[in-house]
């Protein structure tokens, strides 16, 4: 091309007809992509806001998912909280029915009333409501005897042994040497029988087997002692010795008013040789006398027959020993009367029926029952009586063991029985042929079988209840099982939202306090009352959660419109930064177009003038 030349205007309109070219090509991109700004060439500023808008604006739509994610997420927990709400609804209702129905078993029994009764005839219920523990029931009225008494109105005082007479002398420690003629005595009276020498030379000392004859212990001197006391006819048996350390004492083996020993000072060699010896034998202390054995003499009549008891150390020692012997010496004696009492008095109780009247007496009845010993003097009342249907009735009807587990009632002289249990109820003193007659037969009332179906279908319902927790989950994620969920709001990350249940704790029957419960929890009113406050409480806790979980719901769905509009505000801002006005670029376009075909035009003008050389040929 550099080897061509042309014209001045032929080279204008060619240069004319490029830029033309170059703003068409310009105009149809814009047109073509609708952006007036399609690089950072076209306009920088523009061109770099607007891409950080339209970043900001992708950030957030992906953000848009998650929060979708988070309400499905809330609505399948919502979606459980109902099902569980109909699920306690249905609990509830199976208890309230549970408590209106009250298709108790009942069994109409013969009273027998004609036979003459023992007292002893009872009418025993166990099972059921009542437990294991029976309660019974007499069948038969006591009468209106009175039982003889004696209460005892001061401690037993119980008898003593008799002590032994005692005598000591004081021994000073000093060696003492017994030659071959050195002596000392010492005499003796046991119980005034009369003195009795004893003496100690070399021999006595030797015959311990002490061979350097020397005293010189207080247990030297006791061992010599009473080797010669059990040498001596008269003191064998009727004496011993001891010491302390300090003294020796002489007690009497005897017993009884009057047992003594008498001591004699012990004397030293009568030549002098030896007056040591003496001083063993210096300052006798006086002695006691023994103390006789103190007995207890009591006599206890029915009326009938009279028992004389002497009470002793060794048969009535105290107050326990002693009730039991008495008891030992009244039977043995025919004398109808029981020995009781507790602690340290002994108490008497005649026949049961007060068919005699108990007196005690004799020297010592005050050292055994006190001086003022409460009696009662028995009555002979009305004989015992069968109890009418009517009193029965009564009766069970007010006994406290059995309020709200037995009802009973008068079936036209028969006494109808209504088991108010779920369990079967046993009751005892029925004969085979159905007559309440106190026999040892048993027969028994079938539970109430539509509160026990009742209680399967609440365990059921429970049961169901921990399904419906466990199946509440979306994307994996189960806010009824205890499980967090996070939502993030901004590109940022620094607004987010936290879901999970109060405390973290799972929605299930545990978390409820529902507990699985037999058929026996639905046998009182006041137990089905009870379970229907806790299905309450457990239908206000789910309410509850109910509500703080559409309280997040709210708070999520308003956040995700927000978030919405924001995107739609920043893509339409970045796009007023870079979109062409298509009606301004479609006038441009045809503007060039026009301009094109002039500068077409006008290039073909110059050529043709450029051409006009040729006609010189």
Known sequence: MSDITLSAGVRQNLLSLQQTADLMSQTQNRLATGKEVNSALDNPTNFFTSSSLQTRASDLSSLLDSMSNGIKTLEAADNGLSAITNNLESMQSTLRQARQDKSFKTT???????????????????????????????????????????????????????????????????????????????????????????TINQAAVQAVGDNDSTVDTIDELTDVLNNLIGANGNLSGNVVASNDGTNITFTSQSTGSGSSVAITAAVGDADGAN???????????????????????ITISDGTNTASITLTSANAGDASTARTYIQSQLTANNVNAT??????????????????????????????????????????GEAAAAKTVDALVAEINSHSSLDGKIRASNDNGKLRIENQSTQDLDIGGVSSSGTVDGSSSTTKIEGNDVRGDLATQFNELKDQLDKLSDDASFNGINLLRGDNLQITFNETGTSTLEIQTKEGAAVNAAALKLETIDAAKLDADSDIDALIGQVGDALNSIRSQSSAFGSNLSMVENRQDFTQSMINTLQTGADNLVLADTNEEAANMLALQTRQQLSSTALSLASQQDQAVLRLF
Request: no cysteine.
């Open 108 to 198: 109409s029994y013969e009273v027998d009333t004609g036979s003459s009764p023992t007292g002893s005839e009872q009418l025993s219920f166990s099972g059921g409501a009542v437990g294991s523990t029976a309660v019974d029931i007499d069948l038969v009225n006591a009468g209106t005897s009175t039982q003889s008494t004696v209460t005892a109105s001061a401690d037993y005082t119980a008898p003593t042994a008799a002590t032994s007479g005692v005598n000591s002398q004081t021994y000073t420690a000093s060696a003492v040497a017994y030659g071959a003629t050195d002596t000392s005595t010492i005499s003796i009276n046991v119980d005034g029988a009369g003195a009795e020498t004893l």
């Open 275 to 297: 007056a040591a010896n003496t001083t063993f034998g210096i300052g006798v202390n006086s002695g006691t006398d023994g103390d006789a054995a103190v007995d207890r003499a």
């Open 339 to 380: 020995v009781g009492g507790s602690g340290n008095r002994i108490d008497l109780a005649g026949a049961a029926d007060g068919s005699n009247s108990l007196t005690v007496g004799g020297a010592n009845a005050n050292d055994v029952f006190g001086s003022s010993a409460t009696t009662v003097a028995g009555v002979a």
